[in-house]
C-alpha cells in the first residue's frame, strides 16, 4: 500500500509525495540515463576529494577524466544560446505523467566503503539489509534511529528531466540530498500535474537556481532547485502546448500511460535504485566524511530541535 513520505523542517512535518515501498528490488529500472545536472562538484583539498556547492549548473556526461566529469556538449550549447556563463535555467520536458515517477526521495543510507545502500526508508518504514537478510523495520527519522545517528543517513532525491529533442527517452539525472530542493520538486511537480490535468509529461518547463538565506544557514546564500514554466511563457500558453502535444502524441499513436506503467513496474521491483557503481559516487559527492561548520551546525540545530519536541 502506498504510504505518505514525510520529511520534517525544523518541527513541521512536511508531507510532499506518496511512493509504495513494498518489494526490495532484485533488478530495478531507473530511467535510462545520458547525463547528470550538478549544482556542485568534488574537489581535491589536503589531500581528500570533497564536495565543493555552486551556484549554476553544469550538464555532464556518464563519463570521467581526472577525477572530474566530462562536460556534455549541452552544457556549452545551453551558454551560448543563453549567452550567459552561468547556467540557471535549463528547459526541460518530463518522461512521465506521475509525478513521483520523475522524482523519487527517501532516507536512504550507503555502505561508504562499497557504495551499496543498506537502509532505505519514507519516515515511517525501511527496507534494510541485516545479517539475516533484508527486512522490513519502522524509520523515525535519521536522528531518532540509532543506525543512522551516525551521520550518513540523509533524505537523497533523483529528478529524470529531458533536455533536448536528440533522444526524448533518454533522460539527465539531477540528485541530491538538499531539503529545500527536495520539497519544492515535490511540490511543484504535484502542482504541475494537477493544473494540467495530469499532463505533465507534455509541459515544456524549465529547471531553475533560486537561492536564499535561512536562519541555519547563518544568513549565507543557499542555493536550491526548482521546476518552473519556460521564460518565454506564461502558464497558460504552456497549458495549451500541453493539450496540443498530448493530442497530437495520441495520435501518432503514443501511449503514455503504458510508459507510465512500464516505469512504475520497474520501481516496484524495490527501493534500492542505485547500482553500488553509482553509489560510491554518490557518497563521495552528497556523503561526505568531512562536512563544512555550516553543516555541522545545521544537524545540531536539527537534532536539538527533534529533542525539544519528543519532550
Known amino acids: 500500500m502506498p504510504c505518505v513520505i514525510t520529511l520534517w523542517s525544523n518541527q513541521t512535518p512536511v508531507k510532499l509525495w506518496q511512493r509504495?515501498?513494498?518489494?526490495?528490488?532484485?533488478?530495478?529500472?531507473?530511467?535510462?540515463?545520458?547525463?547528470?545536472?550538478?549544482?556542485?562538484?568534488?574537489?581535491?583539498?589536503?589531500?581528500?576529494?570533497l564536495p565543493e556547492k555552486d551556484d549554476e549548473f553544469t550538464l555532464t556526461t556518464q563519463i570521467q577524466s581526472k577525477g572530474q566529469w566530462l562536460k556534455h556538449p549541452l552544457d556549452e550549447q545551453l551558454r551560448q544560446q543563453q549567452n550567459t556563463d552561468k547556467l540557471r535555467v535549463i528547459p526541460i520536458r518530463l518522461l512521465f505523467n506521475q509525478p513521483d515517477l520523475n522524482f523519487r526521495a527517501q532516507y536512504t543510507l550507503f555502505d561508504r566503503s562499497s557504495g551499496r545502500p543498506m537502509c532505505v526508508g519514507?519516515?515511517?518504514?525501511?527496507?534494510?539489509?541485516?545479517?539475516?537478510?533484508?527486512?522490513?523495520?519502522p524509520c523515525p527519522s535519521?536522528?531518532?534511529?540509532?543506525?543512522?545517528q551516525a551521520g550518513y543517513c540523509k533524505p537523497y532525491g533523483r529528478l529524470n528531466v529531458v533536455i533536448g529533442d536528440e533522444d526524448e527517452?533518454?533522460?539527465?539525472?539531477?540528485?541530491?540530498?538538499?531539503?529545500?530542493?527536495?520539497?519544492?520538486l515535490a511540490s511543484r511537480l504535484n502542482?504541475?500535474?494537477?493544473?494540467?490535468?495530469?499532463?505533465?509529461?507534455?509541459?515544456?518547463?524549465?529547471?531553475?537556481?533560486?537561492?536564499?538565506?535561512?536562519?541555519?544557514?547563518?544568513?549565507?546564500?543557499?542555493?536550491?532547485?526548482?521546476?518552473?514554466t519556460r521564460p518565454e511563457h506564461s502558464l497558460e500558453q504552456t497549458l495549451a502546448m500541453?493539450?496540443?502535444?498530448?493530442?497530437?502524441?495520441?495520435?501518432?499513436?503514443?501511449?503514455?500511460?503504458a510508459l507510465d506503467e512500464a516505469a512504475k513496474a520497474g520501481f516496484a521491483n524495490g527501493a534500492f535504485e542505485d547500482t553500488e557503481d553509482e553509489g560510491l559516487e554518490v557518497v563521495e559527492e552528497f556523503y561526505p566524511q568531512e562536512?563544512?561548520?555550516?553543516?555541522?551546525?545545521?544537524?545540531?540545530?536539527?537534532?536539538?530541535?527533534?529533542?525539544?519536541?519528543?519532550?
Open 142 to 148: 535519521p536522528v531518532a534511529c540509532e543506525y543512522g
Open 191 to 228: 502542482y504541475f500535474s494537477a493544473v494540467s490535468n495530469q499532463q505533465l509529461a507534455c509541459l515544456p518547463l524549465a529547471l531553475r537556481i533560486r537561492g536564499k538565506s535561512t536562519v541555519q544557514s547563518f544568513r549565507q546564500t543557499i542555493f536550491y532547485v526548482d521546476i518552473t
Open 291 to 311: 562536512t563544512s561548520n555550516i553543516e555541522s551546525a545545521q544537524s545540531a540545530v536539527g537534532l536539538l530541535a527533534d529533542k525539544l519536541q519528543a519532550k
Open 242 to 257: 500541453a493539450t496540443e502535444l498530448n493530442q497530437q502524441r495520441q495520435q501518432a499513436g503514443f501511449n503514455q500511460q
Open 20 to 49: 509504495s515501498i513494498d518489494h526490495l528490488p532484485t533488478h530495478s529500472s531507473p530511467p535510462p540515463v545520458l547525463g547528470r545536472i550538478s549544482i556542485g562538484k568534488v574537489v581535491e583539498k589536503n589531500g581528500k576529494r
Open 122 to 137: 519514507n519516515g515511517e518504514s525501511c527496507k534494510r539489509i541485516t545479517a539475516n537478510g533484508v527486512q522490513s523495520l
Open 169 to 184: 527517452l533518454g533522460t539527465f539525472v539531477f540528485r541530491t540530498t538538499g531539503f529545500n530542493s527536495i520539497r519544492t
